[in-house]
C-alpha cells in the first residue's frame, strides 16, 4: 500500500510550493512520495522544482484532471445561478476550476493520502494522520466547523433539511488539509451524487468556495467515515493550525500552541502576492513570517532577501500619497 502526500500548486505559489516541500523533509521526513497537482497550466519553475526533488513528481494524468474538471462542471450546472452570478462578476466557467483539481488525489498514483494546499508548512510528523486512516476513510484536524458560511449556503432553507445541525456543527472541515482513500469517490458515487444535486440539493453549496463547499458535500452525502482529530484531543493536546492564530510560539522554527507542537500551519486569507513580492525583496511583514522565510530559503539560504529597513505590515493602511495617486488612476 503505498502512503503519499499531495499538494495542489501552479507558477503563482512557487515559492510557496518550495517552503512546503523544505518543511515536509525536514519535519515528516523523506518516506512520503509527493505528487503535485498542476492548478493550472503555469507549472515552468514548479517543473523544475519536481526534477531537482528525488520523492516529488508531477501529477502529469490528464485523464484524471480532466474527470475531475467534469465532475466539477456537472455539479455547478445543477445549481440553480451559480454560472450567472459568476459571470456577472467577471468570471467564464466555473469559478476557481483549478481548486478543483485536488480531487484528482481520489483517483491519483497513491492508495492512501493526505492532501495539502501549497500555503501550509508542516511542522510535525503525519504518521498519526495516516494511522488514522486505518479507521477511517477521511481524516481532518481543523476548526472550520465553528464557521459553516463558508462550507454551505446559510441562507438556503433547505440546509438543515438535507443536515441536521448536530452534522454540521461536528462534520465540516476545511479543504486545505485531509487525508483519504484512492477510489471512494468511484463513478458510481459520482453519479450518486449528481442525482441528489440535480434534486435541488445543489442550493445549500457555497459558491465562493466551490471545491471547499462540493467536498464537504461529497463525505457528508455518502456517509464517509470521517474523524476531526479536533474533536478527540483534550484541551491540553489539541493545536490550532491557522495564521490567524496570534499566540503561537517559535521554537527552533517549530510552531508550538500552549507547548505542543502544531501539526502543520495553514496561511489561510494571505494571497500569494505577498509571499512573492517578500521573496522578491519588499520588507513587508506578515503572522509568522520569519518561520515562512526560514522553510523557503532552506536549501539556498544564500538567497534569502536581506531587509534594512523596519518591515511594513502587509495590512497598513495606504499612506495619504498612495491613496491619491490611487484616486487619480495612476496606482493600483
Known amino acids: 500500500m503505498t502512503d503519499g502526500i499531495y499538494i495542489l500548486a501552479n507558477d503563482v505559489v ?6 512546503l516541500l523544505n518543511s515536509i ?18 507549472v515552468e519553475q514548479v517543473y523544475k522544482e519536481v526534477q531537482a526533488r528525488e520523492n516529488v ?41 483549478g481548486m478543483h483539481r485536488r480531487f484528482g488525489g481520489f483517483d491519483g498514483p497513491f492508495e492512501r493520502f493526505i492532501y495539502l494546499d501549497a500555503d501550509t508548512l508542516v511542522m510535525s510528523s503525519l504518521d ?50 485531509y487525508a483519504s482513500k484512492k477510489g471512494i469517490f468511484d463513478e458510481e458515487r459520482r453519479n450518486y451524487l449528481l442525482s441528489k444535486l440535480r434534486e435541488g440539493e445543489s442550493e ?15 463525505v457528508m452525502t455518502c456517509g464517509i467515515s470521517s474523524y476531526n482529530f479536533a474533536h478527540h484531543f483534550t484541551e491540553n493536546e489539541v493545536t490550532g493550525c491557522c495564521v490567524t492564530s496570534p499566540h503561537f510560539e517559535s521554537r527552533d522554527r517549530i510552531l508550538y ?3 505542543n507542537k502544531l501539526t502543520y500551519l495553514h496561511y489561510i486569507g494571505l494571497s500569494s502576492k505577498l509571499f512573492n513580492r517578500l521573496c522578491a525583496g519588499e520588507n513587508i511583514d506578515f503572522p509568522y513570517r520569519e518561520t515562512f522565510l526560514h522553510y523557503r530559503y532552506l536549501r539556498s539560504p544564500e538567497q534569502r532577501p ?13 499612506s495619504f500619497t ?10 493600483r
Not at 30 to 41: G, K, L, S
Not at 165 to 173: A, D, M, P, S, V
Open 257 to 259: 500552541d500552549r507547548g
Open 306 to 318: 536581506k531587509f534594512t529597513t523596519k518591515p511594513k505590515p502587509y495590512d497598513a493602511p495606504p
Open 204 to 218: 445549500i453549496l457555497y459558491m465562493n468556495g466551490p471545491d471547499q463547499s462540493i467536498l464537504n458535500y461529497m
Open 57 to 97: 513528481e508531477l501529477l502529469e494524468d490528464t485523464a484524471c484532471i480532466e474527470r475531475w474538471e467534469d465532475f466539477a462542471t456537472k455539479i455547478w450546472q445543477t445549481h440553480p445561478n451559480a454560472f450567472n452570478i459568476w459571470q456577472q462578476k467577471g468570471h467564464s466557467g466555473v469559478y476557481r476550476m
Open 25 to 42: 523533509e525536514v519535519n515528516a521526513g523523506r518516506q512520503y512520495p509527493i505528487c503535485v497537482i498542476p492548478y493550472d497550466d503555469r
Open 322 to 331: 498612495n491613496r491619491v495617486l490611487r484616486k487619480l488612476g495612476l496606482v
Open 14 to 19: 512557487y515559492n510557496q510550493l518550495v517552503a
Open 128 to 177: 498519526k494522520i495516516f494511522d488514522k486512516l486505518d479507521s477511517y476513510d477521511f481524516v481532518v484536524y481543523d476548526f472550520q466547523y465553528k464557521d459553516v458560511t463558508h462550507v454551505y449556503n446559510v441562507n438556503s432553507q433547505k440546509l438543515l433539511e438535507i443536515f441536521p445541525q448536530e452534522r454540521i456543527e461536528k462534520e465540516i472541515f476545511c479543504a486545505g488539509f
